[in-house]
């Protein structure tokens, strides 16, 4: 058995604080984007001016979620958000290996707390437009693979490339 394996971390200087929402068209003070400790860990992605939303099944990871705040700002939940370092994951699909790109797995409804590091599955090729101009999903958030065996089910870590 291996002696030693990669872990989840992060540097206090990757962490940012945002506005934090479930929902990506969410408007101020609704209620059903109110996020809570039971969403920590779970992949996040831009969604608007100044506002970082659950990301979905197939997004780019842009980051993830490290802690909620109890009070609101502008109307939203507020938190913190790493967006660099390494971070603990379940893998889902086929063909991951060391070195995979990866985007997020299913994600687990708001408000229900993972059970297991959050999902995340192999990225893919896809037309380029502005927007991926690399054809590529991700294409601009990248994260790789650097523990775990990739299989289905099972635990690894990933890392930020190119922070």
């Known amino acids: ?47 608007a001016t100044d506002r970082y ?20 700002v502008d109307g939203f939940t507020f938190g913190s958000i790493a967006l660099e370092g390494n971070k603990a994951v379940t893998f889902q699909g086929a063909g991951i290996s060391i070195g995979s790109i990866v985007v997020a797995g299913t994600a687990i409804a708001k408000g229900t707390a993972l059970s297991v590091p959050m999902a995340v ?12 101009p690399f054809g590529w999903n991700p294409s601009t958030h990248i994260w790789r693979v650097i523990s775990g065996t990739g299989v289905a089910g099972t635990q690894g870590v990933i890392e930020r490339v190119g922070g």
């Open 53 to 72: 939303v659950l990301a979905v099944d197939g997004d780019e990871i842009e980051g993830y979620l490290v802690s909620v705040e109890p009070a609101t």
């Open 121 to 132: 599955k192999l990225g893919g090729a896809i037309a380029a437009s502005q927007a991926k």
């Open 1 to 47: 058995m291996a002696k030693f394996a990669f872990t989840e971390g992060f540097s206090i200087e990757n962490i940012i604080s945002a506005k934090v929402s479930a929902l990506a068209a969410d408007t101020a003070g609704l209620a059903a984007g109110f996020l809570t400790d039971a969403d920590v860990g779970k992949a996040v992605k831009l969604g």
